[in-house]
């Protein structure tokens, strides 16, 4: 059944019943990628020392809706953020797509007392941290 124009005519109740209009890029129903739409930061490259821990990132801040330009974070406070609870994931931002990213991984801190390592789960154990971020 449709209208004048051959579109279809949704009742009220079946409006409610489908759980609404799928509108692509407005629709609020889940998919899964909702888990990496949901973290602080992007890290885009890493500067290693001669023991594979990191000892600079740079990455990229969320800040409400948009991103900050790309920043440097030391270790230490990279991992007293995800330490609070801050989730990063590894990737690299797309040219002239501003907040658009490539994403790699998530990363995690593995490790107990003064021992924690920075891992993602692409590369679990390792004596290299996080070894998908290219250097610079």
């Not at 992007?42 to 990229?60: F, H, L, Q």
């Not at 801190?109 to 004596?127: F, H, Q």
Request: no cysteine; hydrophobic share 30%; charged share 30%.
């Amino acid at each position: 059944m449709g209208n004048k124009w051959g579109l279809p005519f949704f009742s009220p109740s079946q409006f409610h019943e489908n759980g609404g209009f799928n509108m692509g890029l407005f629709s609020r129903k889940k998919n899964a990628s909702d888990e990496f739409k949901k973290f602080d930061g992007v890290i885009e490259a890493v500067r290693r020392g001669t023991d594979g821990e990191i000892n600079i990132a740079r990455y990229y801040e969320r800040r409400g809706p948009t991103w900050s330009d790309h920043m440097l974070i030391n270790r230490d406070d990279l991992v007293r953020r995800v330490k609070k609870g801050e989730k990063f994931m590894v990737g690299e931002r797309q040219p002239y797509l501003g907040g658009t990213f490539s994403l790699i991984s998530p990363v995690h801190l593995t490790g107990n007392g003064g021992k924690e390592k920075l891992v993602t789960a692409n590369s679990p154990d390792g004596k290299i941290e996080i070894r998908e971020a290219p250097l610079f």
